[in-house]
């Protein structure tokens, strides 16, 4: 019988397809810094298109993505922004909005499903007439999909409340959308009136969507003139950006639609993991292309080590003799 690896690590780890290196050897290019990049702009104009905002910026990473968006809305240093205490943003981006920017994190509770009670979200806001004491709160952060809690999908009608709530009390309101293509599809809803309600959205293309490198953010003219100097400032500012712009494109064009099977497929994971003696796994959660499954106590798998990754403690094992062992590769 012939064996495949199927690397179920995490989506980051996608290869390039021949249509997106082709599109790379074959892309027109300039300096992107000052402006010129032809395929850079390509890339900008068409992803602001799709989310229904004024304009888009290229970024080499969502982290950088956010980082910006963050720092553009908190442009005063002891800004505050409230955001969920299990999101990306919090805890897997080095706490870069303090030590860079300077901006203090408010968090409000994840509930199972990735969003925040609005009650709680309002509750945490800052009274201005307090400002002698307390940080000024500038700015509501969401994450969609929700990875932590299983890729969940937040729905247009929570992100709109939010919003809401945002402009009642003079806020701006972030969506980290490193997999917001995943949300749209999995709920069915045009992407751009998922993040109508928001200012600023960064966008992952290396995840899902398989480009090799890089993120958009999206928001209004002003916001994005200002998110340009703040890339340079960062060490964004890439030259002939183009052929890795180029490769988005494809990514952008080609992969969203199948992003469908991929939920299909993890869901299909998922249901034969919990078949598996000594595997648990809640196969009702599973919403979009992330999978997560416990060893339950007494199981008698070997896991030879284990390390540790973002903050927890991941179990590496052969993936392999688990799928042939129980049937799931037939």
């Given at each position: 019988m012939v064996t495949r690896m199927v690397d179920l690590r995490s989506?980051?780890?996608?290869?390039?397809?021949?249509?997106?290196?082709?599109?790379?050897?074959?892309?027109?290019?300039?300096?992107?810094?000052?402006?010129?990049?032809?395929?850079?702009?390509?890339?900008?104009?068409?992803?602001?298109?799709?989310?229904?905002?004024?304009?888009?910026?290229?970024?080499?990473?969502?982290?950088?993505?956010?980082?910006?968006?963050?720092?553009?809305?908190?442009?005063?240093?002891?800004?505050?922004?409230?955001?969920?205490?299990?999101?990306?943003?919090?805890?897997?981006e080095n706490g870069g909005i303090s030590t860079i920017g300077g901006v203090h994190p408010r968090t409000v509770k994840n509930n199972k499903d990735g969003s925040m009670d609005i009650d709680l979200i309002e509750a945490a806001i800052r009274d201005p007439r307090m400002e002698i004491c307390y940080p000024t709160t500038r700015l509501i952060c969401l994450e969609n999909t929700h990875a932590n809690s299983g890729g969940k999908c937040l729905p247009v009608d929570y992100i709109d409340k939010v919003g809401e709530l945002a402009k009642k009390h003079g806020l701006k309101l972030h969506i980290d959308g490193a997999r917001i293509f995943n949300a749209s599809v999995a709920l069915g809803v045009p992407v751009h009136k998922l993040v109508q309600a928001a200012d600023s959205v960064s966008v992952c293309l290396s995840k899902g969507l398989g480009a090799p490198v890089g993120?958009?953010?999206?928001?209004?003219?002003?916001?994005?003139?200002?998110?340009?100097?703040?890339?340079?400032?960062?060490?964004?500012?890439?030259?002939?950006?183009?052929?890795?712009?180029?490769?988005?494109?494809?990514?952008?064009?080609?992969?969203?639609?199948?992003?469908?099977?991929?939920?299909?497929?993890?869901?299909?994971?998922a249901e034969g993991l919990n078949k598996i003696k000594g595997l648990k796994v809640d196969v009702a959660s599973v919403e979009t292309n992330i999978v997560y499954f416990d060893i339950t106590e007494g199981a008698k798998y070997h896991i030879p080590r284990t390390m540790q990754k973002c903050g927890r403690t991941w179990h590496t094992f052969d993936a392999r003799e688990l799928i042939q062992s129980n049937g799931l590769g037939q």
């Open positions: 989506d980051t780890v996608t290869k390039p397809s021949k249509a997106m290196r082709a599109a790379m050897a074959s892309a027109e290019v300039d300096d992107d810094v000052l402006g010129y990049d032809p395929t850079a702009f390509r890339l900008e104009t068409e992803m602001a298109r799709i989310m229904g905002k004024e304009a888009a910026l290229y970024v080499p990473s969502g982290t950088m993505g956010n980082l910006i968006s963050v720092l553009v809305h908190c442009d005063i240093r002891g800004s505050e922004v409230i955001l969920g205490d299990n999101s990306h943003i919090h805890i897997y993120s958009v953010i999206v928001g209004s003219k002003v916001f994005i003139a200002k998110a340009k100097i703040l890339r340079k400032t960062l060490g964004g500012g890439m030259r002939q950006v183009g052929i890795l712009c180029a490769a988005a494109l494809v990514a952008v064009q080609e992969n969203v639609s199948k992003l469908e099977g991929d939920h299909k497929n993890a869901k299909t994971f």
